[in-house]
């Protein structure tokens, strides 16, 4: 089971993190990702980090503003998000997926999901 938690209101221009917990056995055996839903929109893909934590992978629209890191010794993934937007106002999923060397940005490649968290940047 995966535990999002973090979100909140913030104003354009600040930040928040995200944290993930996971209860899952062998965690350090799988790759995380970070998702989001916006209002009437598809769930996308936001970031990604292998199982060790060396290799990351980002969307095009938070890179250099969001960094996504672990820790596996506490079985938590974080999500901290810099110089938000309005745009990034959506619900935050963290999503877990069994380790195969190479990272996903497709929904379905994921095995499991968190309940969710909700950001909402005003302008």
């Known amino acids: 089971q995966l535990q999002a938690c973090g979100g909140g209101l913030v104003q354009a221009g600040g930040s928040l993190r995200l944290s993930c917990a996971a209860s899952?056995?062998?965690?350090?055996?799988?790759?995380m990702g970070w998702f989001r839903q916006a209002p009437g929109k598809e769930r996308e893909f936001v970031a990604a980090i292998s199982r060790i934590g060396g290799t990351t992978y980002y969307a095009d629209s938070v890179k250099g503003r969001f960094t996504i890191s672990r820790d596996n010794a506490n079985n938590t993934v974080y999500l901290q998000m810099n110089s938000l937007k309005p745009e990034d106002t959506a619900v935050y999923y963290c999503?877990?997926?069994?380790?195969?060397?190479?990272?996903?940005?497709?929904?379905?490649?994921?095995?499991?999901w968190g309940q969710g968290t909700l950001v909402t940047v005003s302008s």
């Open positions: 899952i056995r062998t965690v350090s055996y799988v790759d």
């Open positions: 999503a877990a997926r069994l380790y195969t060397g190479t990272l996903y940005r497709e929904t379905l490649r994921y095995h499991y």
